[in-house]
């Protein structure tokens, strides 16, 4: 009678096959690897935090003044020389997404950290006629990836 043995050869594929199932859920439950989103809300410093979006509602085009807008919000981030245009920026840091690696050890870790800083960039520009009288104000959002950020943990 033969004794029929499984071949080494089939053995050591289905070896492979199992550690690399295994072993990126091994290093995630480890803690090795990590990705964490930071939902935040705040004006990083430098800027405005006098204007929000509904600052817009504020002036009414036909009867807002330059003067008004100016005493209002304060001096404008940029200004035509006459005062024929005026815009004002803020910004707001809507999220961090810090990922990296670390293994830890007995009295030290060893491991890489990147962060990167989602936010919105907003303007809010004022056109107004020779006499100084709003005509029409446009407002710009622009959602910003701030590069990421490399330390060590």
Not at 41 to 47: N, V
Not at 53 to 63: D, I, V
Not at 98 to 103: F, L
Request: hydrophobic share 40%; proline share 6%.
């Amino acid at each position: 009678m033969k004794l029929h043995s499984a071949s080494p050869h089939g053995r050591t594929h289905q070896t492979l096959r199992l550690l690399a199932a295994v072993a990126p859920l091994a290093a995630l439950a480890t803690g090795c690897i990590f990705v964490v989103p930071v939902p935040t809300a705040y004006h990083p410093a430098g800027s405005r935090r006098n204007i929000t979006e509904a600052t817009a509602t504020r002036f009414a085009p036909g009867k807002a003044t330059v003067e008004d807008v100016v005493l209002a919000l304060g001096e404008p981030d940029e200004a035509a020389s006459d005062a024929s245009r005026l815009t004002y920026g803020w910004e707001r840091v809507n999220m961090h997404l810090v990922w990296g690696w670390a293994i830890p050890a007995a009295e030290a870790s060893v491991g890489q950290r990147w962060e990167t800083i989602y936010s919105d960039e907003y303007s809010l520009s004022f056109a107004f006629d020779q006499f100084g009288v709003l005509q029409n104000l446009n407002t710009t959002n622009v959602n910003v990836q701030n590069n990421t950020t490399e330390t060590s943990p």
